[in-house]
């Protein structure tokens, strides 16, 4: 099952071979998402030759392949993780059954949905990210950009596999539309808020693929614990996937923190603006806008959406196999902070309707301790600044918070008082464009953009001068 067909046109382990029905209908979507990915993904460096990495299996350890491709060539194929012998359903009301190798007609409509949202946020982000490369800081930096493309590509082509295989004309349909809404446009946007903003400098990309991906950590882990295991396989190979992506983001926010302390350190009155750096200041803002974007993806609460999915087995925590003992959770509260005249009191609500909360506990401590790797940075090269990950109430415009005001320390808080504080917790307009009169390529090989401090390391082994990126074609 490891073995990866690639004698195919869609390379696959799904032996796509023996479904002709299947394999026309995805040979017919494959020519679409070419055109897709030439208009609204990568612009620059569309046909150069990239250091990239190709699963070649999908078993733990040695999956992937390195070398140059041109991206349109870049072979994205339909990867799940091996069956599980005798796998049964990790969580809910079905808990401990065979899980389901087809879709039951009961959960069909809601199933697709989760699908659905989930595959339109791969797509959007490399809209979000097309224009990048044009100010790349390096081409390692341009390099781990493209990576990060192709594989949000293939979870594409990972979720409409789905979709083609298990919902027949809706499901085809579904696909078809997965193209046509675009990241940020006014008409046909992206489903979840956060793939509508923009992504046009690195200091965002970093904290999109710090924050927002990691979003997709811990949906992809709840739905690696799906009763519906061609979701729970295709998901648990998405996330092998995934760690890169998280490293772009953690060490490239890393790289620009450590810059601006140096910088600080070398700037006459001490601001590394005064050198052309980022100050650490700004990085915060950036942070505090990015985290709290990216929690709201977490949905309500409280939310009976999250109840049913927990109930059907759709959905199930993080590690719910394996770090929970008690699979129903019924008859079990959680304590849910809401606003109420004016002062936050504690609500006992029922466990199953505070699934969303729990996941964005689980996704926050996980911050938590990215947060703590930054400051060990900070330390080490010598700054007091510390960066501090604001409150899950601050900056919400999802969920019972939205329509309040609280501090990064998580404090309730007036209309006013937020007016007069915000731009010192937010990025202002002037922060933006500092931030974006700072982004020229730099496309010497080894060299780096002045605002960033060079990888400890480069990719698979190759010095950090490596041509990542061949700019003569
Ligand atoms: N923006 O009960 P509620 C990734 C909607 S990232 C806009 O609170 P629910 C990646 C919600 O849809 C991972 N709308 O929420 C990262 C609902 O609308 P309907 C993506 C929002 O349903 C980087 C209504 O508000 N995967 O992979 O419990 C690069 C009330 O909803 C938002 C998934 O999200 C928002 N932020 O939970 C590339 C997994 N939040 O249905 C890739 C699949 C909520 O009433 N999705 N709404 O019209 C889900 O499981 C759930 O849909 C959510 C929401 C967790 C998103
Ligand atoms: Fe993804
Ligand atoms: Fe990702």
């Given at each position: 099952m490891a073995h990866i067909d690639y004698d195919e046109r869609i390379p696959n382990n799904v032996d796509l071979a023996h479904d002709r029905r299947l394999k026309k209908a995805l040979e017919k979507w494959q020519p679409a998402y070419l055109d897709w990915w030439k208009g609204v993904g990568p612009q620059v460096f569309k046909g150069n030759d990239i250091y990239l990495r190709t699963a070649i299996s999908t078993e733990a350890g040695g999956w992937a392949n390195f070398g140059y491709v041109k991206m349109p060539d870049y072979r994205w194929g339909i990867f799940l993780a091996d069956r599980e012998e005798d796998r049964t359903i990790p969580a809910g009301d079905h808990a401990g059954q065979p899980v389901w190798q087809e879709v039951p007609g009961e959960y069909r409509n809601v199933l697709k949905r989760i699908i659905v949202v989930q595959a339109d946020t791969e797509p959007a982000s490399v809209e979000q990210q097309r224009w990048l490369a044009a100010t790349a800081p390096s081409l390692y930096d341009a390099r781990n950009l493209f990576q990060v493309n192709v594989e949000e590509g293939r979870h594409l082509w990972a979720m409409v596999y789905l979709l083609h295989a298990y919902f027949g004309r809706d499901g085809r349909a579904e696909a078809d539309e997965l193209l046509a809404r675009r990241a940020g446009?006014?008409?046909?946007?992206?489903?979840?808020?956060?793939?509508?903003?923009?992504?046009?400098?690195w200091l965002t990309f970093h904290c999109f693929t710090c924050f927002t991906d990691r979003d997709g950590k811990y949906q992809l882990g709840a739905l690696a614990e799906s009763a519906f295991d061609p979701l729970s396989r295709t998901c648990r190979f998405m996330l092998t996937e995934e760690a890169h992506h998280l490293f772009v983001g953690e060490s490239g926010l890393e790289r620009i923190m450590r810059r601006a302390a140096q910088l600080e350190r070398e700037a006459p009155n001490g601001d590394p603006r005064e050198l052309g750096g980022i100050d650490l200041q700004t990085i915060q803002k950036y942070v505090n806008y990015w985290f709290t974007y990216s929690i709201d993806l977490f949905g309500s609460e409280v939310s009976t959406n999250a109840a049913d999915y927990f109930a059907s087995g759709l959905k199930g925590r993080w590690r719910e196999a394996k770090d929970h003992d008690e699979h129903s959770a019924l008859h079990q509260q959680k304590t849910i902070e809401y606003v109420e005249d004016g002062r936050v009191v504690g609500r006992e609500v029922p466990l199953r309707n505070a699934m969303n909360e729990i996941l964005r506990e689980d996704y926050a401590s996980d911050c938590d301790r990215v947060v703590k790797r930054w400051n060990k940075a900070l330390e080490e090269e010598g700054s007091d600044f510390r960066m501090v990950l604001p409150s899950t109430k601050f900056h919400r415009r999802q969920g019972i918070y939205a329509d309040h005001h609280f501090n990064p320390a998580g404090e309730l808080i007036s209309a006013d008082e937020w007016e007069s504080k915000r731009d010192s917790w937010l990025p202002t307009e002037s922060d933006r464009q500092y931030v974006h009169s700072l982004m020229k390529p730099v496309y010497e090989p080894g060299k780096f953009a002045n605002y960033i401090a060079a990888p400890r390391r480069g990719i698979h082994g190759q010095p950090v001068e490596f041509e990542y990126v061949r700019t003569d074609g």
């Open positions: 446009d006014d008409d046909k946007p992206r489903i979840l808020d956060a793939f509508n903003q923009p992504c046009q400098d």
